[in-house]
């Protein structure tokens, strides 16, 4: 398998990236909140035969740096970023983006600020809002950050979101928090405000304007996100179908690594070319579920 790694230089960002693969077709995959690309490291092995997959770390996170300003990474300046990947990866060719947690968030704005741009669109974990339950964890998380208690972060997220992960990714999140620079907990600070802020992702994001083919993965335990917000989503996306999975959490193919099976199955088994009619694809996992 061909990988490599490297940098870009966007504006006041250092951004790292590795790629897996050597194909036309590109997965581009946006981390959720203080991830790393380490997190996919099970999709990259899944799915490198298939794309050239992407993985990299947003400013604030893992090896990024943030050259110049304030920690605060806005919104836009986040789905400026993916825009520069895209260009560096998929300028003209197939492009699917995978999103986790919050970057659900950011590989949807994306797809609906760059409709063209994107054939297929994968969200797990995907909320329309930060409901009562992330209103908590955030205000826990400021009070942590305040306190300069940065390693407890990790107790906060593995009691209230990772429960049913495997005991080497609790060690992981441990790790991680109980390493954290100044500079990388002032980034996740910003980035729980960012959550808060944002309000309802309609708002601020056209769904309706996505025309990537589109699935949305949620579990049926996560605990900060409301179920009724898939479906909400599906109503306001043209194409998309919507698989819930029962039993599990937030950390979805974690949880349950059998889950890309269905990723596969929508990204590889069923992918269809850009243009291609509703009427000549297979039925959706959501008919066939029902």
Request: with cysteine.
């Amino acid at each position: 398998m061909k990988t490599g790694k490297g940098a870009i230089e966007h504006g006041r960002f250092h951004i790292p990236f590795r790629h897996y693969g050597d194909h036309a077709n590109v997965l581009l995959c946006v981390s959720g909140i203080l991830q790393t690309m380490a997190v996919w490291r099970a999709v990259t092995r899944r799915f490198s035969p298939h794309f050239t997959v992407v993985v990299f770390d947003m400013p604030g996170v893992g090896r990024s740096r943030i050259k110049s300003g304030s920690t605060h990474v806005t919104v836009q300046e986040q789905i400026d970023v993916v825009h520069a990947l895209v260009q560096h990866f998929a300028p003209s060719g197939d492009l699917t983006l995978a999103g986790s947690s919050w970057g659900t968030a950011i590989a949807a704005g994306y797809a609906a600020q760059c409709p063209a741009a994107v054939q297929h669109l994968v969200l797990s974990s995907f909320g329309m809002k930060p409901n009562a339950e992330m209103e908590r964890i955030v205000e826990h998380a400021q009070a942590l950050y305040h306190a300069r208690n940065y390693a407890a972060g990790a107790d906060l997220i593995i009691d209230m979101l990772a429960q049913g992960v495997a005991t080497t990714y609790k060690r992981q999140i441990a790790s991680q928090f109980e390493n954290l620079s100044d500079a990388n907990a002032s980034a996740f600070h910003e980035h729980c405000l960012n959550i808060l802020k944002l309000g309802h992702l309609q708002d601020v994001i056209d769904l309706s304007q996505i025309r990537a083919r589109t699935l949305i993965v949620n579990g049926s335990e996560d605990r900060i996100i409301d179920l009724d917000d898939m479906w909400l989503a599906k109503n306001l996306i043209p194409d998309c179908e919507c698989l819930l999975v029962d039993g599990v959490g937030h950390f979805l193919h974690f949880e349950r690594p059998e889950i890309l099976d269905d990723y596969e199955d929508f990204m590889v088994a069923r992918a269809v070319p850009p243009g291609t009619s509703r009427a000549d694809r297979r039925p959706t996992l959501e008919t066939m579920l029902r």
